[in-house]
DNA sequence: TGTCAGTTCGCAACCGATGCGAATAAGGTG
DNA sequence: CACCTTATTCGCATCGGTTGCGAACTGACA
C-alpha cells in the first residue's frame, strides 16, 4: 500500500474525496503488518476520532481493496483480514495466538501438482498453521 | 470418509444413534467429490426425506467433521465446503463455475520459505484459483 | 416393552458484512 | 469567500451462514 501522501493524490485523481476518517484509516493500516481485520482497524479508529462508524471503515476498506492498495484475505470462517502488503506472497498463523505473519516461498509456481485434469492454475495461495516464535516456547 | 456401514458401527460404538437422516446424509457424502456445502447438502436430503431440517444437517456435518470423517474447506467468506476426502491434499477452484476439486502436491513439505522467523509450521494448505477444464474452453 | 440418553427440528439469536437513505462535508467554480 | 454539486458518512435494517436452546421424539439396550 502506498503511503498516505499518495494515497491523497491518488484519491483525488480519481474524484474520491479526502476526508478525516479516510486519512485515520490510512495512517493505521500504513505499514501495518498486523493483518487487521474490520473490527480491530475500527476500534484503534475509534480511540483516535471517538464517533468513526463501522459503516465507514468497511466502506473505506473496501475501496482501497477495489484500487488494489490492500488485499483481503480471509481463514477458516472467521473475519476477513486487510493486508497493505500486497507483494506476492503467502501467509503463516498461528494456532495459538491467531498471529499472522507474511512469508515468502520460493518455487510456489512450479509445484508438481497431480490431479489437475486439465485445470489452468492462475493463482496459489498457501496458508500455513503452527506455532509462532513466542507461542512455541523456547 | 468410511463406507456407510462402517460408519455405523463407529455411531454406535461411541453411543451415538444411527438415524435415518445420518444414514441418508452417510449415504450423500460417501464417495462424494463435489465439495457440497451445508445447504446444498440439505437439498439433496430434503430430495429423498421431506421434512429433514437443516439444522439436522449442520449437527452431522459436524458430528463426521469431530469424527475425522470430513474435512471442512472454506474458501474466501463464502459458506463451507465438506469433503470426505481426509488423505493430505490440496484444492483447486475454478473461478468460473465454483468447482473445486481435490489436487496432490509434491514437495508441498519442503517448501523453501522466507520469513518464518521462529514460526514452526504444522500443516500447509494450498488452494489454486484459475479454470477448469471445463471452463478453460479449448 | 420400558426406560433413558441421544436426536431431531423449529425458532431465536448471533456474527460478519452490505444496502439504503437522509444529513453532512469536500472541493472546485464564480 | 460563498455557493453548489457530488461524494461520503453513519445509523438502521437486512442478509447469509451458522449455532444455541429447549420441547418433543426415537433409537438401542436391558
Chains 1, 2 share one sequence.
Do not use: W
Not at 475509534?46 to 468497511?58: E, H, K, N, W
Not at 498463523?93 to 505473519?101: E, L, M, T
Not at 486439465?118 to 495461495?125: E, K, T, V, Y
Amino acid at each position: 500500500m502506498r503511503s498516505p501522501v499518495e494515497l491523497v493524490d491518488a484519491f483525488r485523481t480519481q474524484g474520491l474525496k479526502v476526508t478525516p476518517q479516510r486519512q485515520l484509516l490510512f495512517r493505521l493500516l500504513h505499514d501495518n503488518t498486523q493483518h487487521p481485520t474490520a473490527d480491530a482497524l475500527f476500534a484503534q479508529a475509534s480511540a483516535q476520532m471517538p464517533g468513526i462508524s463501522l459503516r465507514t471503515v468497511y466502506q473505506t476498506l473496501s475501496d482501497l481493496t477495489a484500487m488494489g492498495e490492500l488485499q483481503q484475505v480471509s481463514f477458516d470462517t472467521g473475519p476477513a483480514h486487510f493486508d497493505p502488503n500486497v507483494a506476492d506472497h503467502h501467509h503463516a498463523v498461528c494456532d495459538v495466538c491467531g498471529a499472522i505473519i507474511d512469508v515468502y516461498v520460493d518455487g510456489a509456481d512450479q509445484l508438481a501438482i497431480d490431479g489437475l485434469d486439465g485445470f489452468r492454475p492462475a493463482s496459489a495461495s498457501i496458508v500455513f498453521h503452527g506455532s509462532c516464535a513466542a507461542c512455541a516456547g523456547t
